[in-house]
């Protein structure tokens, strides 16, 4: 990894564009790129502990049931890159849950309606929390709060604080069942929903809407300068971590079952994965595909941990342990690249890994 | 000025790292094992308490089998004499929480017992503060009913034993009766303790339940609700010392009520090699795991649960080798009886301990049968099948 | 008493201090409006019932209610000063209290090891903390979050349930009351007052508010930005420490899920910022706190006697905090202008520039919009 970090000094001598293996090899030097280095290990650490975790059907299983917190971290990073918190995702899980056990029951006739709803409660809880933060002026940390405050009590309420029961099994599908495959034996759906999740959201993020977003969340002014309105880019982030919550929240229900308890802390843990992946807290940095390794990332050290057999007692030091260090790497990292006024990593140099690059601002594209 | 930065920053990254070395120790020596190495290291196991309970499993209750909530353990008796109200009384009741199933059973059961009471002209008012599993708010809810309650007696179920001690004793200090129930409190000042035998009769019944069929060296995976809270930790306790003492090996997890965390540890020991069976302490871990071994299309083990309907219907419906640990429920309704028959002049038990019934595969069908219309959450030993709301307050479930 | 050395010590700075204090309840005036208003309507509603809501035992109740809080929120408060975050207080409760009942195991000659033992362990968690702020440039959330986490795991896997015991000392001085306050709750307030001092009296409170308002001014102003930081931090621990140690004086035991289980981390930051204090640092005032304090516990206290259901307190509680910071936003504008024509603040123009071009990563709110 020491060897890496001294790659930014050969590429900016290099005139033209540097080959693929030097841009990967600077990538894998930013905070972004050192969790992709740290999820391979960690995943060859697994299966060496496991070796039937390298049966591609296994391995897809193992990939399946992080699903839920790689797309929670998808609908934060979004939240993150913009400048503010979502608190409320872990609650919002709770309410769609709930509300998927509650409504559907043993009646797969009634999936269609309950998912419009769960979908239509995704988007009132996004706009709130968005327009309260952003016409309101009140801190986004706030609001979620409040609102997290609101739906666990009202989830809570509903079931008295335990569990429910468990909607019709064809609801249950995508998150506890797959496809039969030739090659690879067996696609768990929520391997497919994952994907899904992560290419509109990486279309998203280059979508002039993901480059105003993370031009918002470093400078407000800029970006309302560049012709944006702020509130709105604001609020459709938080739209979209509802939805990502709501997504996850189908997924839960299919993989577990209902429980109220179930997305409890998914917030704390959506963050922690952004910041391991190298996301900025406070805005304006941060790659999508990053955060997504780093849920995988703190996914795959519990059960690194399990299959050590470490007490599960110690999963919170570990957890805490790695958000410093991760943050801490990225720091130093950033501010070795941020200090040279110059720099001549061009904007959008990578179509494949390296989307939403934070580029200083000025050389982002005006409007629209 | 940039210079001076990074180096402060690596100064500190060098501090974080030792102070991170210096962790690893402590995280080697007590991470190596999944717990306590055994029964006996555990600090929750009390061999008094297990033989206590071990004997009171198969002791003779006195009253009318029909009605358990009235049955007792032939003890010392608490005189009413001191206690008899002659007019309608007001019940506070400072409740640990509604955050499971079978406190909720158990809080549904209360309040159609209250109603009957209140219609008797024995109960006047129950006036509830609910602490949320908090000791702090326990212990201002108690606080505040004594300054200000106007209470008559008082109905406690604490959070934790110790925790609330304090604040029971100042209850018991304005000499009005004092009914603990469920969990206890380390005082003998309360009027009387209700409880069922215990959580080691409990952990004593499932752990010979799956002893039974195992041979030494077998693997046990125990999924555990919560440290520290004693009626959790003594199944616990107790179930290790017979595996300790059958040779059966054992892992445990502390995965909360979150399915999600308890099937994923599922997996992880599935994947880690064969599972003989599963040890849960709470009835709604017990399906989160079976589902666990379905997806991962290996034979469901011996699952033991509760007496709550989900687990019930899962042991039914996938014919499994099941087996439902039972911390009788209906003891909600005997704190209430406990106060009011004090107050109509009626000695009770000081220790008053009901019985406590596990659900075997040869009783099965038969819960299965009182109990078809009522939801997944459902208790079983509720206890409230003479009262009148039955079945419909049972069914509807709504949380009063 | 203190008159004297005081008046010595630079008309200056104490003018401007005062000046500031008079801003501080200016916007605090705000919150206190609040407050009253949450009280008639909790008077009214609990009348309605049938019941009195000023009894002297009840108000006792609230009384004792606020003293852990208000412990942790007056930290949390120097904290947010500084443009930092503590997520780790209620870990650093738990702690306090295992390790206080822990090494007093109910013996009298324990109280005092006991209690610096808890209290030196908090105070250099939260300074080590607030170095991790200051020097590797961690944002508070991240920093205290994963120092909390570091905590969280260490109490879970060594203690089992409640443990230790309050030495009878200790219990006295929980259950002791003067008039119609608890002890506690006394102690609470002088610690509020002394808080009041430190920042409005002192360089070092200058410093915390400078560098909460734009560290990179301060910075360039001459105040060594690390020091106030890790100062707050350090504070926070302390008080965070101090609210350990007052419950096991009323527990009788330490427990390792206490903290958790009041859920003081958000509630104490939700408490700051009910009190008008701006996330973004550098606004916001402890007897703003006290009063966003009382808010909350007003507002429990008429949920407890109208037996509101637990989890609709929950509900109720969302409400309260989301609806008094938008009140709070909307005459928050022309209060931060202010700020920067302060006698302490610099010049609007140079403020917002610094403003514009800070790349901190702490959370951004308010004057920049």
């Given at each position: 990894m020491t060897g890496t970090v001294a790659e930014p000094a050969v590429t900016r001598y290099?005139?033209?564009?540097?080959p693929l293996a030097r841009r990967l090899a600077a990538g894998l030097a930013t905070p972004g790129g050192i969790v992709w280095v740290l999820l391979v290990a960690l995943l060859v650490a697994v299966v060496a502990y496991?070796?039937?975790?390298?049966?591609p059907d296994q391995f897809l299983r193992l990939i399946a049931r992080m699903a839920p917190v790689a797309i929670v971290a998808v609908g934060q990073y979004f939240v993150l890159v913009s400048g503010e918190f979502d608190l409320s995702m872990g609650a919002v899980i709770g309410v769609q849950v709930v509300l998927a056990g509650t409504l559907i029951g043993d009646d797969p006739s009634r999936i269609l309606p309950v998912v419009l709803l769960m979908v239509a409660v995704a988007v009132v809880v996004g706009l709130v929390n968005g327009l309260v933060t952003t016409?309101?002026?009140?801190?986004g940390f706030i609001t979620t709060l409040g609102t997290m405050l609101i739906l666990s009590g009202l989830t809570f309420y509903a079931t008295g604080g335990s569990a429910g029961q468990n909607p019709a099994e064809e609801f249950r599908v995508l998150g506890r069942s797959g496809l039969q495959l030739p090659i690879i034996g067996y696609l768990p759906w929520a391997v497919v929903v994952l994907v899904v999740v992560v290419v509109i959201a990486s279309w998203l993020v280059r979508r002039p809407f993901g480059r105003l977003l993370l031009l918002s969340g470093d400078n407000p002014r800029v970006a309302h300068l560049a012709g944006s309105s702020v509130w709105w880019l604001q609020t459709r982030a938080y739209l979209l971590s509802a939805l990502a919550a709501t997504v996850a929240a189908i997924l839960l229900v299919g993989y577990?079952?209902?429980?109220?308890?179930?997305?409890?802390g998914y917030e704390f843990t959506a963050i922690t994965a952004c910041v391991i992946g190298g996301v900025v807290l406070g805005g304006g940095r941060g790659w999508l595909l990053s955060a997504v390794a780093g849920a995988l990332v703190l996914e795959s050290l519990f059960t690194l941990l399990n299959f050590v057999g470490v007490?599960?007692?110690w999963r919170p030091t570990v957890q805490g342990a790695i958000i410093l260090v991760a943050m801490a790497v990225t720091v130093l990292t950033t501010f070795r690249r941020r200090r040279?006024?110059?720099?001549?990593?061009?904007?959008?140099?990578?179509?494949?890994?390296?989307?939403?690059a934070p580029a200083p601002a000025s050389q982002q594209p005006r409007g629209t | 000025m940039q210079r001076r930065t990074s180096r402060l920053a690596l100064v500190g990254a060098g501090v974080f790292a030792l102070a991170l070395t210096a962790c690893a120790p402590g995280a080697n020596a007590g991470g190596?094992?999944?717990?306590?190495?055994s029964a006996e290291a555990?600090?929750?196991?009390d061999q008094a308490q297990f033989d206590l309970e071990n004997e009171r499993r198969g002791a003779q209750f006195e009253g009318d089998p029909a009605k358990p909530y009235l049955q007792y353990l032939a003890g010392d008796m608490v005189a009413a004499a001191d206690y008899a109200l002659d007019r309608p009384g007001k019940v506070c009741f400072a409740n640990a929480?509604?955050?499971?199933t079978w406190r909720q059973t158990g809080w549904i059961t209360m309040n159609q017992q209250l109603q009957v009471l209140q219609e008797q002209g024995v109960v006047q008012q129950m006036e509830t503060r609910d602490a949320q599993d908090s000791d702090d708010t326990q212990v201002a809810d108690i606080d505040y009913f004594v300054n200000e309650?106007?209470?008559d007696g008082f109905i406690i179920s604490p959070y934790s034993p110790d925790a609330t001690t304090a604040a029971v004793e100042r209850a018991c200090e304005t000499g009005k009766p004092v009914i603990v129930f469920d969990r206890a409190v380390s005082?003998?000042?309360?009027t009387s303790f209700v409880h069922s035998i215990g959580g080691m009769a409990w952990g004593i019944d499932v752990g010979e339940f799956i002893a039974d069929q195992l041979e030494p060296g077998d693997k046990v995976v125990a999924l555990r609700t919560?440290?520290?809270v004693d009626v959790f930790e003594s199944r616990w306790a107790a179930s290790q010392k017979i595996f300790d003492d059958a040779g059966i090996e054992y892992v445990d997890y502390?995965?909360?009520?979150d399915p999600a965390e308890i099937k994923k540890a599922v997996t992880d020991e599935i994947a880690k090699g064969e599972i003989d069976a599963v040890w849960v302490d709470?009835?709604?871990?017990s399906v989160p795991a079976i589902e666990a071994f379905e997806d991962a299309g290996v034979d469901v083990p011996i699952v033991n649960g509760e007496d709550n309907m989900a687990y019930l219907r899962a042991w039914k419906e996938r014919d499994l080798n099941g087996f439902g640990g039972v911390y009788s429920n209906f003891q909600w309704r005997t704190a209430l009886l406990a106060l009011t028959q004090l107050w109509q002049g009626q000695d009770i038990p000081k220790d008053w301990v009901v019985p406590q019934t596990p659900i075997t595969s040869a009783e099965l069908d038969a819960v299965l049968r009182v109990n078809?219309?009522?939801?997944?959450?459902?208790?079983?030993?509720?206890?409230?099948?003479?009262?009148?709301?039955?079945?419909d307050a049972w069914r509807d479930r709504i949380i009063p | 008493m203190s008159g004297t050395a005081s008046e010595t010590g630079g008309r200056g700075t104490r003018s401007a201090a005062i000046a500031r204090l008079r801003g501080g309840l200016g916007s605090t005036a705000g919150v206190y409006l609040v407050l009253l208003g949450v009280i008639a309507v909790a008077a009214v509603v609990v009348a309605a019932a049938?019941?009195?809501?000023?009894?002297p035992g009840n108000l006792t109740v609230l009384m004792t209610s606020i003293a852990v809080l208000g412990f942790v929120a007056i930290g949390q408060t120097l904290v947010i000063l500084v443009g930092s975050l503590d997520l780790s207080v209620a870990y650093l409760v738990s702690l306090s209290s295992v390790l206080a009942a822990g090494t007093m195991?109910?013996?009298?000659?324990g109280t005092v090891p006991g209690i610096v033992t808890a209290l030196v362990a908090t105070v250099v968690i939260g300074a080590l903390t607030g170095c991790l702020v200051a020097y590797?440039?961690?944002?508070g959330f991240i920093a205290s979050l994963g120092v909390g986490l570091l905590v969280a795991g260490y109490l879970a896997s060594y203690y089992r349930g409640t443990t230790g015991k309050a030495s009878p000392e200790l219990a006295a001085f929980g259950s002791a009351s003067v008039g119609p306050l608890p002890v506690p709750t006394l102690l609470m307030l002088v610690c509020l007052v002394l808080a009041v001092i430190l920042v409005g009296r002192t360089r070092m409170g200058m410093h915390l508010l400078a560098v909460g308002g734009d560290a990179h001014v301060a910075r360039m102003s001459g105040?060594?930005?690390?020091t106030p930081v890790v100062v707050a931090h350090a504070l926070s621990g302390l008080c965070a420490g101090i609210a350990g140690v007052v419950i096991v004086a009323r527990l009788g035991v330490g427990s390792p899920t206490v903290g958790e289980q009041g859920g003081y981390d958000l509630l104490s930051i939700a408490a700051v910022v009910l009190g008008g204090?701006?996330?973004?640092?550098?606004r916001g005032s402890l007897w703003g706190t006290l009063g966003g304090i009382l808010i909350f516990a007003v507002v429990d206290s008429a949920m407890g006697i109208l037996q509101v259901n637990p989890f609709l307190k929950e509900v109720v509680r969302g409400v309260v905090i989301i609806a008094a910071v938008a009140l709070y936003a909307r005459r928050a504008a022309p209060l931060v202008r202010r700020r920067f024509t302060d006698a302490a603040g610099p010049a609007p123009a140079e403020a917002s520039a610094a403003a514009a071009a800070r790349p901190t990563a702490s959370v951004t709110e308010g004057a920049e919009r």
């Open positions: 290099d005139p033209s564009r540097p496991n070796p039937q975790l390298a049966a016409l309101l002026r009140v801190p577990a079952g209902v429980h109220p308890s179930v997305g409890s007490a599960a007692t040279p006024p110059v720099r001549e990593v061009p904007p959008r140099s990578e179509p494949g890994a390296g989307e939403g | 190596g094992s999944e717990s306590e190495p555990n600090p929750w196991f929480s509604l955050s499971n309650g106007d209470c005082t003998d000042c309360v919560a440290a520290g502390l995965t909360g009520a709470l009835g709604d871990q078809d219309e009522m939801p997944d959450v459902h208790s079983t030993s509720f206890g409230g099948e003479d009262l009148p709301g039955f079945p | 049938g019941r009195n809501l000023f009894t195991a109910g013996a009298s000659g590797l440039r961690l944002s105040v060594r930005a690390g204090a701006s996330l973004a640092g550098g």
